[in-house]
């Protein structure tokens, strides 16, 4: 499977976690804002450039989880679908408290930077994990150095991407939320 396929499947998993967490059960939905909550104040420091690595740093996590987790193939998709689930979560409740304007301004300036970020990170360590067995089985040894560079370029390209989404969320998604705040209710 292509990088580009795979890179569309990864998203249409993103947006089917999305959906679901939208339509999550009230309980579950308040047991993730908790475990969420707990992250952020564990990461808030005051300092926007402070608090930009600790982004930065947990979303490189994630990225490293994805390549660790290829050889299993499917679980890179899954851990998309997870993070899809747990916005549509946030995006919902954020919404009920803040209005669907504060609640996108709170995620959409990072978020067109970190998504594609997350998911270039899961189709490559997919087609990653696709190659080792094809390698393991006897098939596609040669393709195998290929599709590790490949899977370099797209995990360093994925963590650029991560630290320019961290500087926007530590710095610039804070003052667009307050700024939609203060706007009158359309």
Same mark, same amino acid.
Do not use: C, D
């Given at each position: 499977?292509?990088?580009?396929?795979?890179?569309?499947?990864?998203?249409?998993?993103?947006?089917?976690?999305?959906?679901?967490?939208?339509?999550?059960?009230?309980?579950?939905?308040?047991?993730?804002?908790?475990?969420?909550?707990?992250?952020?104040?564990?990461?808030?420091?005051? #300092?926007?450039?402070?608090?930009?690595?600790?982004?930065?740093? #947990? #979303?490189?996590?994630?990225?490293?989880?994805?390549?660790?987790?290829?050889?299993?193939?499917?679980?890179?998709?899954?851990?998309?679908?997870? #993070?899809?689930?747990?916005?549509?979560?946030?995006?919902?409740?954020?919404?009920?408290?803040?209005?669907?304007?504060?609640?996108?301004?709170?995620?959409?300036?990072?978020?067109?930077?970190?998504?594609?970020?997350?998911?270039?990170?899961?189709?490559?360590?997919?087609?990653?994990?696709?190659?080792?067995?094809?390698?393991?089985?006897?098939?596609?040894?040669?393709?195998?150095?290929?599709?590790?560079?490949?899977?370099?370029?797209?995990?360093?390209?994925?963590?650029?991407?991560?630290?320019?989404?961290?500087?926007?969320?530590?710095?610039?998604?804070?003052?667009?939320?307050?700024?939609?705040?203060?706007?009158?209710?359309?």
């Amino acid at each position: 499977m292509g990088g580009k396929l795979l890179f569309a499947l990864m998203a249409l998993l993103y947006a089917a976690g999305v959906a679901l967490g939208l339509k999550a059960p009230e309980q579950l939905a308040e047991t993730v804002i908790e475990e969420a909550r707990r992250l952020v104040e564990s990461i808030f420091t005051g #300092n926007p450039l402070e608090l930009a690595l600790r982004i930065f740093l #947990n #979303n490189a996590r994630v990225a490293l989880l994805t390549a660790l987790l290829s050889p299993l193939v499917v679980a890179p998709g899954l851990l998309v679908l997870a #993070n899809g689930f747990v916005l549509g979560i946030a995006l919902t409740y954020a919404a009920g408290r803040l209005g669907w304007a504060a609640a996108l301004a709170a995620v959409l300036p990072h978020g067109v930077v970190e998504i594609p970020a997350l998911l270039l990170a899961a189709a490559a360590s997919t087609s990653l994990g696709a190659a080792i067995w094809r390698a393991l089985l006897g098939r596609g040894k040669a393709r195998w150095r290929r599709e590790l560079w490949s899977f370099a370029k797209a995990i360093a390209l994925s963590l650029l991407l991560f630290a320019a989404a961290a500087l926007i969320e530590a710095i610039v998604t804070p003052a667009l939320v307050s700024l939609v705040r203060r706007l009158p209710p359309l």
